[in-house]
């Protein structure tokens, strides 16, 4: 009896020693997003997929094109050392028109758009151009945050007989917080101001106004005629209004415009902060007062 079972232990390690030196061959279907610079990683959908992940292996026998968007098979042999991945087959092969592919800075905070006065525009400049630049339209993939500067791989794919364009985040190259603004900025943000005085004269008439946010660090008002939107920041004594916009309507009549515009430009802009008014100086000279509006 015991010869018996040792036999039979032996014969039945026989059969199942050749099965432990198999690799296992497995096959699975996945989207491959176009656009890509180099491979791996690749973008890739599995089949319940709703947003495109990192693949970091290497496709065997897969020649890439960044111009096509592929629906691939993929054979994967499992050893017991590594996992292995070639090309299976090329389900489908589609050409993508009119895109793009651009590298963007991301500024820390949205903007208003000029058309629905909502604060929905993101702000961007493209390693092409040294101007910052506004888009109302969504980046699919990429979630911003407000008080970040970003880097981003960008994606723009233009309709097809249509000035509409769609934009696809890449990759986020980097993404820094910016330093928060001063607690006098939660000051500010309290009231509405209005321009008592510009240069020296009397300007009460005209209801020019600004507004601060300070958790967005963003401000909008009237220069009497147009309304303006933008950023500010604030360094121990001097604020600063970088990538100030505005409505461009026709004003009639005298108005304080350019003058009320020249001094929110200055690089060197000194503030203090009376009992009721913001006071701006240019090389200690005082050039506005502002007072404020409770509510």
């Not at 495109?52 to 042999?77: G, M, P, S």
């Not at 629905?116 to 506004?134: A, D, I, P, T």
């Given at each position: 009896m015991k010869k018996s079972l040792k036999s039979s232990l032996f014969f039945i390690s026989l059969f199942l020693f050749p099965y432990g030196l198999y690799a296992q061959i497995s096959l699975f279907r996945i989207k491959v997003k176009s656009g890509l610079e180099s491979t791996p990683p690749y973008l890739v959908k599995y089949y319940n997929s709703k947003n495109w992940e990192k693949f970091y292996a290497e496709i065997q026998?897969?020649?890439?094109?960044?111009?096509?968007?592929?629906?691939?098979?993929?054979?994967?042999?499992?050893t017991a050392q590594t996992s292995i991945y070639a090309l299976a087959e090329i389900i489908n092969k589609s050409q993508t028109k009119n895109t793009e592919i651009a590298i963007w800075d991301v500024a820390e905070n949205y903007v208003n758009n000029p058309t629905s006065g909502k604060l929905n525009c993101l702000q961007v400049k493209s390693s092409k151009k040294n101007k910052w630049e506004y888009i109302s339209n969504p980046i699919l993939g990429f979630d911003y945050q407000?008080?970040?500067?970003y880097r981003i791989k960008v994606k723009q794919t233009k309709a097809k007989d249509t000035d509409s364009i769609q934009y696809e985040l890449l990759d986020i190259i980097s993404k820094e917080r910016v330093t928060d603004l001063p607690s006098v900025a939660s000051f500010l943000a309290r009231f509405k101001w209005n321009l008592l005085q510009l240069n020296g004269k009397d300007v009460s008439s005209n209801k020019a106004n600004i507004g601060f946010d300070a958790k967005n660090g963003t401000i909008a008002g009237s220069t009497g005629c147009n309304n303006f939107w933008g950023n500010f920041g604030i360094k121990g004594n001097v604020i600063s209004f970088p990538r100030l916009a505005s409505t461009m309507k026709s004003c009639n009549g005298a108005n304080i415009e350019n003058d009320f515009f020249a001094v929110l430009e200055q690089k060197q802009l000194q503030f203090d902060i009376a009992e009721q008014t913001l006071n701006f100086y240019i090389d200690g000279k005082l050039v506005m007062i502002f007072g404020l509006e409770r509510e």
């Amino acid at each position: 009896m015991k010869k018996s079972l040792k036999s039979s232990l032996f014969f039945i390690s026989l059969f199942l020693f050749p099965y432990g030196l198999y690799a296992q061959i497995s096959l699975f279907r996945i989207k491959v997003k176009s656009g890509l610079e180099s491979t791996p990683p690749y973008l890739v959908k599995y089949y319940n997929s709703k947003n495109w992940e990192k693949f970091y292996a290497e496709i065997q026998q897969f020649n890439y094109n960044a111009n096509f968007e592929y629906t691939i098979r993929v054979k994967k042999t499992q050893t017991a050392q590594t996992s292995i991945y070639a090309l299976a087959e090329i389900i489908n092969k589609s050409q993508t028109k009119n895109t793009e592919i651009a590298i963007w800075d991301v500024a820390e905070n949205y903007v208003n758009n000029p058309t629905s006065g909502k604060l929905n525009c993101l702000q961007v400049k493209s390693s092409k151009k040294n101007k910052w630049e506004y888009i109302s339209n969504p980046i699919l993939g990429f979630d911003y945050q407000e008080q970040y500067r970003y880097r981003i791989k960008v994606k723009q794919t233009k309709a097809k007989d249509t000035d509409s364009i769609q934009y696809e985040l890449l990759d986020i190259i980097s993404k820094e917080r910016v330093t928060d603004l001063p607690s006098v900025a939660s000051f500010l943000a309290r009231f509405k101001w209005n321009l008592l005085q510009l240069n020296g004269k009397d300007v009460s008439s005209n209801k020019a106004n600004i507004g601060f946010d300070a958790k967005n660090g963003t401000i909008a008002g009237s220069t009497g005629c147009n309304n303006f939107w933008g950023n500010f920041g604030i360094k121990g004594n001097v604020i600063s209004f970088p990538r100030l916009a505005s409505t461009m309507k026709s004003c009639n009549g005298a108005n304080i415009e350019n003058d009320f515009f020249a001094v929110l430009e200055q690089k060197q802009l000194q503030f203090d902060i009376a009992e009721q008014t913001l006071n701006f100086y240019i090389d200690g000279k005082l050039v506005m007062i502002f007072g404020l509006e409770r509510e």
